[in-house]
């Protein structure tokens, strides 16, 4: 069994920036990707962000490319996701993914292609 926990959502005005973190503990499984994902009122849950375990390499949707930064915690098996500029449309319950299955593609950014989720961390974004 997996548990993610995420930290760090709270409000915030455009243009703030937050940090996001996620933590993955359980026993007896390993990381192939750390990725988050985001789920804003009355829309689908979509991709935000991948961080491919082994190689440090990183991707992105587009409307976050150049704001946001994934990156591997201090802590052991924990990710962040530093927000930077932040626009309402950021606005979401932001959610944390692991791929446990081997890496197959470049990049996997379908919910259905991740094994474990957290409960997720509201943020908001409002001036």
């Known amino acids: 069994q997996v548990e993610l926990v995420e930290t760090g959502g709270r409000s915030a005005r455009p243009g703030d920036s937050l940090r996001l973190s996620c933590a993955a503990s359980?026993?007896?499984?390993?990381?192939?990707?750390l990725g988050w994902f985001r789920q804003a009122p009355g829309k689908e849950r979509e991709f935000v962000a991948g961080?491919?375990?082994?190689?440090?390499?990183?991707y992105y949707t587009d409307s976050v490319k150049g704001r946001f930064t994934i990156s591997r915690g201090n802590a052991a098996n924990t990710v962040t996701l530093q927000m930077n500029d932040l626009k309402p449309g950021d606005t979401a319950v932001y959610y944390c993914?692991?791929?446990?299955?081997?890496?197959?593609?470049?990049?996997?950014?379908?919910?259905?292609?991740?094994?474990?989720w957290g409960q997720g961390t509201q943020v908001t974004v409002s001036s």
């Open positions: 993914a692991l791929r446990r299955r081997a890496v197959v593609s470049t990049r996997h950014d379908r919910a259905d292609e991740f094994d474990d």
């Open positions: 961080f491919t375990w082994n190689t440090a390499s990183t």
């Open positions: 359980g026993r007896g499984f390993s990381i192939s990707i």
